[in-house]
């Protein structure tokens, strides 16, 4: 299913296949541009390159186009700070200055930047007509804050008619900022206001509510999607926020996503959030970011549920973290691997494999979840299971399905990270993907090839002879010189003639022989238990 | 090279964070290199200016951003914070949180990465306005997050309230049952830094600690986990910890507050407050990821 209709069901509260995924990209798309914020948010074509960089590299379901709270800002004379990593920064507030209210004009069109928003949100439009395109605006109270300062905060109280005036024009430059994404083709609104999460929910009602409500009826009456971001301990307002009516209410960490979903889903609007900005996918590595996908994920469910990080992502998060997220997103079996390794794992005894797969045989082993259950195992099981004998014996395979704890201690032990995983003697040799016949027989080949000149350069082998009668003993050894002569092999000869130590090779009247193959299996250290019990085996 | 110890002191506007820095700066500047980070949301930039009238010797960090206010830009804030930190190197970091600062995601990204190797969380102090704060409501929601996280907090212009004293301690346990409770006028309270600082907060009546390899760690997440279950992780984790506090969400509904030294394990089950579970521990025996396992493994 495409990306805008797998949204706009998970916005319709019906059950879907896979969740959504929505990367908020924002100066982030400069960062896998190579440019800095500055430029990019001030260059509807680097907004434009960078969006479809993120769409190529993490197939969304859904994009913002910009996240950028300081567009309206900018424009109604609050001074912005510029820094290279970061959105800007809001630094002055015209009303604590002595602007008046009545001074300031509902910005158009054309205006600042807001033709960055508008002519890039045309352009992804035309470019990507199945992704759901998110128009961001600055939310009211938020907006009255860069307006006003901290002052807002006690003016709440000491002048709420103030506030009502701010507010109110703050809804119209919404409105108006919503009109102009939604005509450029945008499909939802988010309204992001993180400073409602500083107010508590009785404040709320009288100051955010009708305001931002009127915005979500301007987005329903242009048959448009509409949602609320917040970010920060919003917890004491998720209700009030869904009785604005919005589609969909998205948080970040500081929220338990379980906690919104349960009062989103009663109040029958979508949800979503909240992986972890900085910590997992600006400063963790890949596994970490699967594990975090995969726990949101579980929480989220599939019924009205969309994958988002928790606000806008961190300019120089790895892109390999997000790659990592969306791969996890599009693979149930992944989704599954890290749910069981993740029960397993804190009590995992690695074991020592450095000598794994010396024996005479080629041994591969398929680590799977389970190849009854998952399609992908099942097929490499197969793949592996028709080649095998072509090898007539040489190659002995085994499955090792990791529902079981002995499997995940191998599994951890050969350092396998993916399922389902192919290793030919120990080493990992096709990860995730079925190998084509032909490619698995080379593989095979190539390491029964290794072996052998292995085994050819460690030899050595002896041939005793037992016996009592010094003449029959010399009469033999002739006769053995003469064979590795003609057989042109290196292979030493010892007599023995010992009674006691003929009868420990089971022996009582000469003459006899007995060859003896020696081999090196382990040197300058204990092998683990799981290698001896391979080298037993071939004996 | 030895971690540096790193102090929190949170509180909204007003409240008098910045009396109190000048008075750390002066008990302890010639004798200390402290390093002091500001962030300049609020018009804390004039209070930048005025430290360093003082003519006292310090380093001081500004954050152009109202950055510690929201995770989306606290990645920033941890580049400038390296840079920091290998530029002056000092002996201790005081960071002056904004009252809209979340103080446990800031805890949260100073012990991870490379932040961990040089640094860890020695206090978290949140100073309140008892004025302010016996005028009930919305000032209660902006701080209550940082009072929930606080080692001590600090209750200053007690001399502008009457008999209201005991309501706001009252206010402050529902929100904080084990942090210390310290009543002032002016700021004019002693503060620990460093080391010092966990001795008396972690374990008072043990010797000082020996190792400099001390981790400060924050679990984050949206688990719950039975009471049981709980105690067993805390009996499990407790001894390798100078201190284990916060906050758990129960599976029953409620959430247990959270404090552990070496030999002691307290929990006060507490009603739910809907914010995430939010735990902080300082060792030098375990790291975040065995921890975060152990964690996940006992949900």
């Not at chain 2, 580049?79 to 190197?89: G, P, T």
């Not at chain 2, 919305?138 to 001590?152: E, F, G, L, W, Y």
Request: charged letters at 25%; one cysteine or more.
């Amino acid at each position: 299913m495409k990306g805008l209709e797998l949204i706009k069901k998970a916005f319709a509260l019906n059950p879907v296949e896979r969740v959504p995924w929505v990367p908020f990209v924002g100066v982030h798309g400069g960062f896998i541009t190579g440019v800095d914020a500055e430029a990019y948010l001030k260059s509807a074509d680097k907004v434009v390159a960078g969006v479809s960089k993120a769409i190529e590299e993490y197939n969304p379901d859904g994009v913002p186009v910009v996240f950028d709270l300081q567009i309206e800002a900018e424009i109604l004379g609050c001074q912005l700070q510029w820094a290279p990593h970061n959105p800007p920064a809001v630094v002055s507030h015209p009303l604590e200055e002595g602007v008046k209210l009545s001074d300031l004009n509902v910005p158009e069109i054309t205006d600042g930047r807001i033709p960055v928003a508008v002519n890039a949100a045309k352009e992804l439009r035309a470019k990507y007509p199945d992704i759901a395109l998110y128009g961001l605006i600055t939310g009211p109270f938020t907006l009255a804050l860069h307006l006003l300062g901290t002052d807002i905060f006690t003016k709440l109280f000491e002048s709420p008619d103030e506030i009502t005036e701010v507010m109110e024009f703050c809804t119209k430059v919404g409105n108006k900022m919503a009109k102009y994404l939604i005509d450029a083709g945008c499909d939802i609104i988010a309204v992001v206001d993180p400073m409602t999460s500083q107010i508590d929910p009785m404040t709320f009602e009288t100051f955010v509510t009708p305001y931002v409500s009127e915005i979500f009826d301007t987005v329903r009456n242009a048959d448009k999607l509409s949602s609320f971001f917040v970010c920060g301990h919003a917890q004491q307002n998720i209700e009030a926020m869904c009785n604005c009516k919005p589609d969909n209410v998205s948080i970040d960490e500081n929220i338990p996503i379980d906690f919104v979903k349960d009062i989103a889903l009663k109040k029958g609007i979508s949800f979503g959030g909240n992986m972890k900005l900085t910590v997992v996918l600006l400063m963790g590595n890949e596994d970490d970011c699967r594990e975090e996908a995969v726990e949101c994920l579980d929480l989220g469910g599939k019924t009205g549920f969309i994958l988002a990080p928790g606000c806008d992502l961190p300019m120089d998060t790895p892109p390999e973290n997000l790659k990592a997220v969306t791969e996890i997103v599009h693979d149930d079996y992944k989704q599954e691997v890290i749910r069981t390794l993740d029960k397993k794992e804190s009590t995992i005894e690695v074991l020592n494999m450095k000598d794994y797969g010396q024996s005479d045989k080629v041994i591969v082993d398929i680590i799977t979840l389970n190849s009854e259950s998952c399609a992908p195992c099942q097929y490499m099981v197969e793949a592996v299971k028709q080649v095998a004998p072509q090898f007539e014996g040489i190659v002995e395979w085994r499955e090792h399905a990791i529902k079981k704890m002995d499997a995940v201690t191998f599994m951890s032990s050969l350092m396998v990270k993916n399922i389902p995983t192919i290793c030919i003697d120990g080493k990992i040799a096709f990860v995730s993907q079925i190998p084509p016949k032909s490619e698995l027989i080379a593989a095979i080949q190539k390491r029964i090839n290794k072996k052998l000149k292995l085994k050819i350069k460690s030899k050595r082998s002896e041939l005793l002879i037992l016996g009592e009668n010094e003449n029959e003993n010399n009469e033999l050894k002739k006769i053995i010189e003469r064979a590795t002569t003609e057989l042109g092999k290196d292979v030493e000869v010892k007599i023995i003639s010992d009674k006691a130590q003929m009868a420990s090779f089971g022996v009582v009247n000469g003459p006899a022989v007995v060859s003896v193959k020696y081999k090196l299996k382990s040197e300058s250290e204990i092998p683990s238990l799981e290698v001896v019990k391979e080298w037993i085996k071939e004996l | 090279m030895q971690k540096i110890p790193f102090h929190i002191i949170s509180g909204f506007l007003g409240s008098g964070k910045t009396t109190f820095l000048k008075r750390i700066i002066d008990q302890y500047s010639g004798e200390k290199k402290i390093g002091i980070i500001q962030n300049e949301f609020a018009p804390a930039n004039i209070d930048g200016v005025e430290l360093q009238k003082s003519g006292k010797d310090f380093n001081l960090l500004e954050i152009n951003n109202g950055s510690v206010f929201c995770v989306c830009l606290l990645g920033d804030f941890v580049h400038s914070l390296e840079k920091f930190i290998d530029e002056y190197r000092p002996d201790n970091i005081i960071i002056e949180a904004s009252g809209l600062s979340d103080t446990t995601s800031i805890s949260e990204v100073i012990s991870a990465g490379r932040l961990a190797e040089k640094i860890y969380l020695a206090s978290n102090w949140c100073i309140i306005d008892a004025q302010n704060f016996a005028k009930v409501g919305p000032m209660k929601q902006r701080v209550s997050h940082q009072i929930r996280m606080a080692d001590v907090i600090v209750v200053n212009k007690t001399d502008l309230v009457g008999n209201e004293m005991e309501t706001i301690k009252n206010e402050v346990r529902k929100a904080n049952p084990f942090a210390e409770i310290k009543e002032t006028t002016y700021c004019d309270i002693d503060f620990e830094l460093g080391n010092r600082a966990i001795n008396k907060f972690y374990f008072s009546d043990v010797k000082t600690m020996a190792s400099p390899e001390i981790n400060s760690m924050v679990i984050k997440n949206g688990r719950k986990m039975s009471r049981k279950a709980l105690q067993q992780f805390l009996n499990e984790w407790a001894p390798k910890a100078y201190r284990i506090k916060g906050f758990v969400n129960l599976t029953k509904g409620k959430t247990a507050a959270v404090q552990c030294t070496f030999d002691s394990i307290k929990i006060v089950e507490m009603e739910n407050d809907f914010r995430p579970t939010e735990l902080v521990a300082i060792s030098t025996e375990f790291t975040l990821r065995e921890w975060n396992r152990s964690f996940k493994a006992y949900c």
